[in-house]
């Protein structure tokens, strides 16, 4: 069985399932995992797993200094030789330039997976473009989640040859199908970073519209946090949202799902940041919805259009158009008796289309094509 050495920095972040998955599910590969900084280990365990922990004092300090000077692994050609890895599975654009020393050293294949961030926001700086430029020019393939993804390697320099589409799995044996029933009180979930390209304060300027037009009763739950925290709790405020709205923070993914069970209606605004930043591909959390049964509210960004059935699974509207996203809330209130269908239509997009059992056989014969 060939091994595949995939190199995340941290691993892992607690909204990380979507990149676990593409590890834990191998059926003709061993996965090991390289990585400068050891997190969550026990939501997602893996063996073997390397990371600084197991260098001298020396070696730390050699490390230490090639991430600064050169922004490279030193220690990772060492565990690669050691494991007789076949193949570099990237995680993120950056991840993928500070490991080009560990395969110029082995000659191992590099595969790099954009996701995000990485491909919109880091493009915007000369000094990520250069180092771009050279992985561009050194690795083997370059995996995008969507087409919208796989158009934005290609503006930022990607050979299209070495661009393929992979899509990411959700684990849907974790995740029950609940066919939603209006109660009375619509339940609308957000879970996102608290940063402006969720377009979170887009939600609730729509939200607070619909209620203006066609006031009805509700609760709003927020999972998350981050730089906008605060911004975000004063406009639920002015909005006069505040008796029915929650922030619960940052929640493991398990509890994640928990919260998926118990609302109605997801709320994923997405929108291009005044940086450039953006989705590139699509959140996860809609596949994740989409599996628990949830009808979607969303906005036509990157590769969300890709994600959902738009009109059937999910209603889309354009970025920052408020009026256009309180109609939608609207139109899916006055139709609350198509939420059962709406879901199980997208629980049979996720099957079909992103299983993670399913993706990751897709995911090894690309690997075959360059190990």
Not at 336 to 359: D, T
Request: charged share 25%.
């Amino acid at each position: 069985m060939r091994t595949v050495a995939h190199c995340i920095t941290p691993y892992l972040q607690t909204a990380g399932p979507w990149v676990y998955e593409q590890i834990i599910r191998h059926v003709r590969y061993r996965p090991i995992v390289l990585t400068q900084e050891k997190t969550n280990i026990e939501a997602y365990p893996i063996d073997p797993l390397y990371n600084t922990e197991m260098l001298s004092r020396s070696q730390v300090f050699l490390n230490r200094l090639m991430r600064k000077l050169v922004g490279q692994y030193l220690y990772y050609a060492p565990v690669l030789r050691k494991e007789k890895a076949r193949l570099l599975h990237a995680h993120f654009g950056y991840e993928g330039c500070r490991i080009l020393w560990a395969k110029r050293s082995t000659g191992i294949p590099l595969i790099t997976s954009f996701y995000g961030a990485d491909a919109t926001e880091y493009s915007q700086y000369p000094f990520w473009l250069r180092r771009y430029k050279k992985l561009f020019e050194e690795g083997d393939l370059f995996l995008a989640e969507g087409s919208g993804m796989a158009q934005r390697l290609l503006d930022i320099g990607c050979d299209g040859n070495k661009i393929k589409v992979q899509r990411l799995g959700v684990d849907l044996e974790r995740i029950d199908y609940n066919e939603r029933k209006f109660n009375g009180r619509v339940r609308f979930l957000i879970c996102a970073g608290f940063k402006e390209k969720k377009g979170i304060d887009f939600a609730l300027e729509g939200l607070a519209r619909a209620l203006s037009i066609h006031p009805f009763d509700y609760d709003l739950t927020l999972i998350g946090d981050g730089v906008e925290r605060n911004k975000l709790e004063e406009r639920v405020t002015s909005l006069g949202l505040r008796k029915h709205t929650k922030f619960c923070g940052m929640l493991p993914y398990d509890q994640v799902l928990d919260h998926l069970q118990t609302h109605d209606v997801l709320l994923q605004t997405s929108v291009t940041a005044k940086n450039g930043d953006g989705e590139g591909g699509a959140p996860v959390i809609l596949l994740d919805a989409q599996a628990a049964g949830m009808p979607i509210i969303a906005t036509v960004h990157g590769d969300i259009p890709e994600y959902v059935v738009d009109g059937k699974s999910a209603f889309l509207c354009q970025e920052r158009d408020i009026k256009e996203l309180s109609e939608n809330i609207i139109c899916l209130i006055e139709e609350r008796q198509n939420w059962s269908k709406m879901g199980r239509i997208g629980r049979n997009h996720v099957e079909k289309n992103y299983n993670s059992f399913i993706q990751i056989r897709d995911l090894e014969a690309l690997y075959d094509e360059v190990s």
